[in-house]
């Protein structure tokens, strides 16, 4: 009888163990602003098409949570989702983060196309979002919960524009956009408006290429190009796709430059395009050769010493900042509430961040330089930059 009480015992404590913790699991899940953790989401795409640019941002975040682990006495915790560089996986998971997770925040995505779907979910649930370099204008446009620390592509496509006609005295131009793709055929669109301008005829774009997201032969688009004889072409899209694209165009004998956006600074952007890359050159956030800020030689240093023979990419530092970004507004609010915490990242004012300092304008975009980098010898390089305000 002793002997089965005592069994008997054992397992209501067992149980009462059990369940103890699970409730102290649950008291910390439940609420980012409860139990000893603050929760910030991360929604990027891990798989897929996207997913070295997800890759990069990811790092990014990760290194800044490893120096700036906590705020207001509290562990940060990184929740981090896969998007899966589709648009309906990205409000599904985006909806996880805010209402299974419970979030203060989220960081990302990586792809205008995957924020935007983000968009309604978070100003919902009114939970901010921070994307690192979506660059899409639609991305913050009509949504208060949305905001970017990088430039967008107006500014990007006009550098681009000024690029091509000040530099490699283009005066005609051939576009290959990803149609598929709102950052491509965004991008694409503003560098044409302001080449038009530049040159000031409505003629200087000879032609409109387009693709779809995942295409790999692109013979059709390309004769066509060659025909129309351009100065330079003018290809924004994803890395792959687009190294894709000039691998092509110099099989086909086309040695004008070639000229694009932000999301060629992989490194799979090298490894698929090879020595046809070599000489391609594209607008970008960040560049390690110019470190602006005191963070930003923070984060270099830090890099360096996990990644002793490898650079950053710019979209790594763009993850670390919107990392720091986010904490710090936590900081000042002194709380974990994401609509505080909203009203907070609204006056960003001079922020110090890795990519540069930070200042949103009054749709919650950052007001920053341009860099011009190029492929030389197998590597990107830096070449120029260019002020927000020229």
Do not use: H
Not at 253 to 273: A, L, S
Request: proline content about 3%; overall charge neutral; charged content about 25%.
């Amino acid at each position: 009888m002793k002997k089965k009480l005592s069994v008997l015992l054992s397992g209501i404590l067992a149980s009462s163990l059990l369940l103890s913790g699970c409730g102290s699991a649950a008291t910390t899940s439940s609420s980012s602003s409860g139990g000893d953790t603050i929760k910030i989401g991360v929604l990027e795409p891990m798989t897929g098409a996207n997913a070295a640019g997800g890759a990069l941002e990811i790092e990014g975040v990760k290194l800044a949570n490893k120096l700036y682990p906590e705020v207001l006495g509290k562990k940060i915790e990184l929740v981090v989702v896969d998007n899966k560089s589709d648009k309906v996986e990205a409000a599904s998971a985006a909806s996880r983060l805010v209402e299974k997770e419970k979030v203060t925040a989220i960081i990302g995505s990586w792809g205008s196309s995957l924020s935007m779907a983000a968009g309604d979910v978070v100003k919902k649930a009114k939970v901010p979002a921070v994307a690192a370099s979506a660059t899409n204008p639609l991305v913050t446009e009509g949504n208060e919960y949305y905001f970017r620390v990088c430039f967008i592509d107006p500014f990007q496509g006009k550098v681009m524009a000024n690029y091509a006609y000040n530099k490699l005295n283009a005066k005609k131009v051939a576009i290959v956009q990803e149609v598929s793709n709102d950052y491509s055929v965004g991008l694409a669109k503003f560098f044409t408006d302001s080449f038009k301008q530049l040159t000031g005829d409505q003629n200087a774009i000879v032609s409109v290429n387009n693709y779809n997201t995942g295409d790999q032969d692109f013979t059709a688009q390309l004769t066509n190009v060659k025909a129309t004889n351009p100065d330079v072409i003018f290809a924004p899209g994803n890395f792959t796709e687009s190294a894709l694209v000039i691998k092509q165009a110099r099989q086909l004998g086309i040695k004008v430059p070639i000229i694009g956006g932000d999301t060629w600074e992989t490194p799979e952007f090298i490894d698929i395009g090879k020595d046809a890359v070599e000489g391609a050159t594209f607008s970008t956030f960040f560049t390690s050769e110019k470190p602006i800020t005191k963070e930003s030689e923070k984060f270099l240093a830090e890099y360096k010493k996990a990644n002793p023979d490898k650079e950053p990419a710019a979209v790594t530092a763009l993850g670390y900042d919107a990392y720091i970004l986010i904490r710090d507004a936590i900081d000042k609010v002194g709380a974990a509430d994401s609509v505080k915490v909203r009203d907070q990242l609204a006056k960003t004012k001079d922020f110090q961040g890795a990519a540069g300092v930070i200042t949103l304008d009054e749709n919650r975009n950052a007001v920053k330089d341009a860099i011009i980098k190029q492929v030389k010898n197998g590597k990107f390089s830096y070449l120029d930059v260019i002020g927000a305000k020229n």
